[in-house]
């Protein structure tokens, strides 16, 4: 019996939104609020396209906090996209952050963060958050190293971002390709002053577990309307890709080689259980990077969509196309290297 296609969940662009869609870093969304609530400041480090951006999302959730001990009416999170504060002088910067708080307080009633336009503003603004209650006040600063590059942004200024976690209930989560005492030591040559990055707690992002990856897709698979196939009923002999330190071309290989030889034995069978069973090789071939696991799903999903009754020869021809144009993404060094 064919299903009816539902809407493609994944993600091939932009961040993961919905919390309901987002698995697998247990381990990392625990050790980050569990700092955040103690007041420590957290710095999330990996590469391009490694999900840091969707992890910002997801522990700002009010269902996860409650999840973690915080109570969502007794902090404020603030998401603030760097890229968008790159070029920008300082009180630009303040103001512009001043904004995002007073766009999360007025969701609640009774609170008030006044007009910023200096450091001076933004200290009374977190003074007034944490006298209303919020405790704490979390500043999420996604892409920060665009801020330590910018010229107009000296020592001085992270030294003031320093003083708002020592003088209020304040704490910073950002995340970065590079580790933060690597970005300053690149930056800045300033002597005598404790720097920015000692205040942080890092975590580093890598790769997916084979596990993870599973639970993910066989939920994305079910939301589109493939049943995802059960494990067991796999073949002997297909082992999963380890994570390790490999190019995008290694990998590709590796997928088109199983995916042309599991279609030889699948192309009489035009059914449903042949997008099932492709789809599921394509799982344990490829689906360790999160980039790369959202961009496979999505197009296997939009073919399966458009030719929901069969995996015909066009198909395997459409989707082999899209994986020999996979993205070219930074790998991380695996777990353990």
């Known amino acids: 019996m064919v299903q009816t296609p539902g809407k493609n ?22 050790e980050i609020l569990g700092f955040l609530r103690l007041g420590q400041c957290v710095s999330v480090v990996g590469p391009g396209k490694i ?8 522990v700002s959730h009010p269902f996860v906090l409650g999840e973690h001990g915080l109570m969502a009416s007794e902090c404020l999170f603030v998401y603030v996209d760097c890229r968008d504060l790159a070029s920008v002088d300082r009180e630009r910067w303040f103001n512009y952050v001043g904004s995002q708080m007073e766009k ?45 590059g910018a010229d107009q942004l000296d020592f001085s200024f992270f030294i003031n971002l320093r003083s708002l976690n020592a003088n209020f209930e304040v704490a910073f989560l950002v995340a970065s390709e590079e580790p933060l005492n ?15 990055s000692n205040i942080f707690h890092p975590v580093r992002l890598g790769f997916l577990d084979q596990g993870e ?31 390790g330190r490999r190019t995008i ?14 279609y030889k034995h ?13 789809v599921d090789l394509i799982v ?22 458009k030719n929901s009754d069969k995996w015909n020869n066009a198909c395997h021809e459409r989707l082999l196309g899209h994986l020999h144009s996979l993205p070219d993404v930074q790998m991380p060094v695996a777990r353990g290297e």
């Open 182 to 196: 690597d970005l300053e030591q690149e930056y800045f040559r300033v002597t005598g002053s404790s720097p920015f």
């Open 51 to 58: 999900g840091k951006t969707s992890l910002l999302h997801y």
């Open 213 to 243: 990856s599973r639970v993910l897709l066989t939920h994305y698979f079910a939301q589109a309307g493939l049943i995802f196939p059960n494990p067991a009923a796999q073949k002997a002999g297909l082992r999963p890709l380890q994570p």
């Open 284 to 305: 344990e071939r490829s689906a360790d990077h999160p980039y790369l696991v959202q961009w496979i799903g999505w197009h296997a999903v939009d073919i399966w969509h």
């Open 249 to 262: 071309a290694v990998r590709l290989r590796s997928v088109l080689d199983s995916l042309g030889a599991r």
């Open 104 to 148: 999360q307080a007025t969701q609640r009633p009774g609170m008030a963060v006044g007009h910023v336009e200096s450091f001076a503003d933004l200290e009374g603004a977190c003074e007034r958050l944490n006298q209303s209650g919020m405790k704490p006040v979390v500043v999420m600063l996604d892409t920060f190293d665009l801020l330590t």
């Open 266 to 278: 699948y192309r009489h069978r035009q059914s449903v259980n042949a997008v099932r069973s492709l």
């Open 9 to 30: 969940p994944f993600y091939p662009q932009g961040p993961v939104q919905d919390p309901g869609l987002f698995f697998g870093r247990r381990d990392a969304v625990r």
